[in-house]
């Protein structure tokens, strides 16, 4: 992970983009990205969409984790941590022996 970061800090350091790179900006430009992995969906099956548009696809969750490496830099967020923490609280909501092979919201089950 933080070879990956060190890079897209790197991309971006070389260009001088930190200059535009605030947290909302940030946040936006993620929003943005994720709805353009979306659009390769449109009107599509899963199937299709992953049988013909992997490459595109593939660039836009690229471009989501880049700008959330990038905002996780700006706001100073261990991205590994909080996705560790994350796990930890989600395990709670969603015991093993409840939430099994179900779809169920944490506060149906």
Known sequence: M?????????????RDWGQFHNAKDLA????????EILENFQWRSSEE?????????KEEVADVMIYLLLLCEKLDIDLEEAVHLKLQTNAK?????????????????
């Open 49 to 57: 969409a992953t049988e013909t548009k992997i490459k595109e696809i």
């Open 28 to 35: 936006i430009s993620l929003n943005i990205e994720a709805g």
């Open 2 to 14: 933080d070879n990956m970061k060190q890079a897209v800090i790197k991309f971006r350091d070389e």
């Open 93 to 109: 909501k969603y015991p093993v022996e409840k939430a099994f092979g179900k779809k169920t919201k944490y506060n149906e089950l």
